[in-house]
């Protein structure tokens, strides 16, 4: 038998694919795959589902924050608060059916205190 690989999650065709935009994202996340999983879980499902709807745990950054430069285009960056009363923050920009993970804080950013 092959090596034993681990199966990903499939989405269904309306949700949302994630990928990490940079490597801080991609370290943030495992961090916070170690510290707060069930909580990474719920927002995994949020992400790939509704990224974009406005609650209090997820909604567009404001002023200079507001906006991200990915490949030559401007995208408006999201926040997504893993739980309601934690420091973790992950931000994160929608282009057409992709979720861009871009910066994935294990404490509050300095930038949005």
Do not use: C
């Not at 199966?7 to 949700?15: I, Y």
């Not at 739980?83 to 994160?92: E, P």
């Amino acid at each position: 038998m092959a090596k034993e690989s681990k199966v990903e999650r499939p989405t269904k065709k309306s949700e949302y694919d994630l990928r990490f935009a940079s490597v801080q994202a991609k370290r943030g996340w495992i961090d916070l795959r170690a510290t707060i999983r069930n909580a990474l879980t719920d927002s995994w499902d949020f992400l790939t589902q509704t990224p974009q709807v406005m609650t209090p745990t997820n909604y567009p950054l404001r002023g200079e924050l507001g906006l991200v430069s990915h490949q030559g285009s401007t995208h408006e960056r999201w926040q997504h608060k893993p739980t309601l009363k934690g420091d973790a923050r992950i931000w994160f920009f929608v282009v057409d059916q992709v979720v861009y993970l871009e910066q994935v804080h294990t404490h509050h950013p300095n930038e949005t205190k």
